[in-house]
C-alpha cells in the first residue's frame, strides 16, 4: 500500500528526495513517519509529518537538512534531504501511522502500514 522510491547513490554534500505513494488510504487520515535503518541498529523515525500536516518532527542529525512534505492531491509523502553526509547512509521506509489526533509517534511499533525500503548511499 505504500511505495517508496527515490534512493540512490550521492556525493557528501548533495540531495536526494524520496517519495512515497499511497494507494488504498489517504495520507490525510494518517500520520507519515520516514525511518532509516542501518544494520545492527534499529530503525529510527527520521521525520514525519502529522495527520493534519500541521505539524512535524525530525530528530536533531538532520534538523535544517531533511525536509518532510506532502501532496495531498497525489497522494505522495516527501522526504527531501539536503546536505547529505556519509553518516546519512541507509535503507529508507515510509510508515503510515492511525493516529487519532495529530501526534507524531516515534515509535516504529507504533505504524501499521510500511512502505519497501529504498537504499542511501553517501559517499565521503
Known amino acids: 500500500q505504500l511505495q517508496a522510491c527515490g534512493g540512490g547513490l550521492v556525493q557528501a554534500g548533495g540531495s536526494l528526495r524520496l517519495s512515497c505513494a499511497a494507494s488504498?488510504?489517504?495520507?490525510?487520515?494518517?500520520?507519515t513517519g520516514w525511518f532509516r535503518q542501518v544494520p545492527g541498529k534499529e530503525r529510527e523515525l527520521v521525520g514525519g509529518i502529522s495527520r493534519s500536516g500541521q505539524r512535524t518532527y525530525y530528530i536533531a542529525s538532520v534538523k535544517g537538512r531533511f525536509t518532510v512534505s506532502r501532496d495531498i492531491a497525489k497522494n505522495t509523502v516527501f522526504l527531501q534531504m539536503n546536505s547529505l553526509k556519509p553518516e546519512d547512509t541507509a535503507v529508507y521506509y515510509c510508515?503510515?501511522?492511525?493516529?487519532?489526533?495529530?501526534?507524531?509517534?516515534?515509535?516504529?511499533?507504533?505504524?501499521?502500514?510500511w512502505g519497501q525500503g529504498t537504499h542511501v548511499t553517501v559517499s565521503s
Open positions: 510508515a503510515a501511522s492511525i493516529v487519532s489526533n495529530d501526534y507524531i509517534p516515534i515509535l516504529s511499533a507504533s505504524y501499521e502500514y
Open positions: 488504498g488510504h489517504t495520507f490525510s487520515n494518517h500520520c
